[in-house]
């Protein structure tokens, strides 16, 4: 299966980043090509501008490379701290300028009412991210961004894992998360034919 892996944080010393970095070798592990992307390593530029959003096109060779990579990728995973109920606005700019009509979604009909086509149905989209709130401290914004309002609504089977109270969150329960998290992960993207029958015939 091929992967694309998005992370945005930017600190290079944040959970988002060991969380990551587990996920890449677990996935890698089970015999899937990973497309690895750091927003902030790459600079991605997250503003829409009206030229492009007039012609619905980007002529950015960065947004070009992550829109072919999603329309052909079987699945996506997504790694972002919660800032105010919200992913930070990096991660806000690459669905503006990624997750655009023609690669994530469509509008068919004529010119007064046009119905919502979604274009990514058959993918699967994991995301993970980190906040300091607590469960009783705030509403369940981001699982619902996430399954209802983004990634499920453009067609993908879609789950969103928010990790809560970091701050009083000590080694053993962010190990307990990483794990959690593999398993989460082997569970979304099975491993491969080939991976299964070299672990079998290891076993003989």
């Given at each position: 299966?091929?992967?694309?892996q998005v992370?945005?944080?930017?600190?290079?010393?944040?959970?988002n980043?060991a969380?990551?970095?587990?996920a890449?070798?677990?996935?890698?592990?089970?015999g899937?090509?990973?497309?690895?992307?750091?927003?902030?390593?790459?600079?991605?530029?997250?503003?829409?501008?009206a030229?492009?959003?007039?012609?619905?096109y980007?002529?950015?060779?960065?947004?070009q490379?992550?829109?072919?990579?999603?329309?052909?990728?079987?699945?996506?995973?997504?790694?972002h701290?919660?800032?105010?109920?919200?992913?930070p606005?990096?991660l806000k700019?690459?669905?503006?300028r990624?997750?655009?009509?023609?690669?994530?979604?469509?509008?068919?009909?004529?010119?007064?009412?046009?119905?919502?086509?979604p274009?990514?149905?058959?993918k699967?989209?994991l995301?993970?991210?980190?906040?300091?709130?607590?469960d009783?401290?705030?509403?369940?914004?981001?699982?619902?961004?996430?399954?209802?309002?983004?990634?499920?609504?453009?067609?993908?089977?879609?789950?969103?894992?928010?990790?809560?109270d970091?701050?009083?969150?000590?080694?053993?329960?962010?190990?307990?998360?990483?794990q959690?998290?593999?398993?989460?992960?082997?569970?979304?993207?099975?491993?491969?034919?080939?991976?299964?029958?070299?672990?079998?015939?290891a076993?003989?």
């Amino acid at each position: 299966m091929k992967i694309v892996q998005v992370l945005c944080h930017p600190r290079p010393e944040s959970f988002n980043l060991a969380l990551a970095e587990t996920a890449q070798e677990a996935l890698r592990s089970l015999g899937h090509e990973v497309f690895v992307h750091d927003l902030y390593k790459e600079g991605f530029d997250p503003v829409l501008g009206a030229p492009e959003l007039a012609r619905s096109y980007s002529l950015d060779g960065l947004v070009q490379a992550h829109c072919q990579e999603l329309a052909a990728c079987d699945g996506l995973l997504i790694f972002h701290p919660d800032w105010w109920g919200q992913p930070p606005a990096v991660l806000k700019g690459w669905l503006d300028r990624v997750f655009r009509q023609g690669v994530a979604y469509d509008l068919d009909g004529d010119a007064e009412e046009k119905d919502w086509a979604p274009l990514l149905k058959g993918k699967k989209g994991l995301v993970f991210c980190t906040s300091d709130a607590r469960d009783e401290e705030v509403p369940r914004t981001l699982e619902t961004l996430w399954t209802d309002v983004i990634l499920g609504r453009c067609g993908m089977k879609a789950e969103c894992h928010v990790i809560r109270d970091m701050r009083r969150t000590d080694t053993a329960a962010r190990r307990a998360w990483l794990q959690s998290m593999i398993e989460t992960i082997t569970d979304w993207f099975p491993a491969t034919q080939s991976k299964i029958s070299t672990a079998f015939s290891a076993s003989l």
